[in-house]
């Protein structure tokens, strides 16, 4: 399932036509992205972990960006954030941002994602034009714009 390429982003999303327009939106617009995307928290936290289905990831990369939806099956949003952030700080995961794609709207889980760690909190757009357009936005500013620490 898994080539010897670094992974650039994980998409972590249950919705299959939204977690299909994201990779299609991101490859479209990032050259030369390798993106994974799985369907729920449980599965995102076994690629993280190099864990079951994804055990040939062991002594992997991690990814660059994490896209992260709040509401799914399985491990929630909050549980795979707070297991990424709550790991030795010299772990190199510590250091991938994380950026919740949710369609919440409400302070407190804004609130909440930011103290267990979040780098950014996106709101869905209804449009279909305009969640492309903030996924595209999203993409290249992590991937191109900002700076990492090496």
């Given at each position: 399932m898994l080539n010897d390429e670094p992974v650039d982003i994980l998409v972590v999303e249950d919705n299959d036509s939204e977690r299909a327009s994201i990779v299609e939106s991101l490859q479209a617009s990032i050259r030369n992205v390798h993106v994974v995307a799985v369907h729920d928290g449980t599965e995102a936290l076994d690629f993280l972990f190099a864990r079951g289905a994804w055990t040939d990831r062991v002594g992997g990369d991690p990814p660059r960006l994490i896209l992260l939806?709040?509401?799914l099956p399985g491990a929630d949003g909050f549980s795979v954030l707070g297991q990424i952030r709550s790991l030795d700080a010299?772990?190199?995961l510590t250091l991938t941002p994380v950026v919740i794609f949710s369609d919440s709207e409400a302070a407190s889980d804004i609130t909440r994602s930011y103290r267990c760690g979040a780098n950014s909190y996106i709101i869905k757009p209804v449009s279909f034009p305009d969640f492309q357009a903030i996924v595209k936005t999203v993409g290249q500013y992590?991937?191109?714009n900002n700076r990492r620490s090496s």
């Open positions: 939806d709040l509401a010299k772990d190199a992590w991937m191109t």
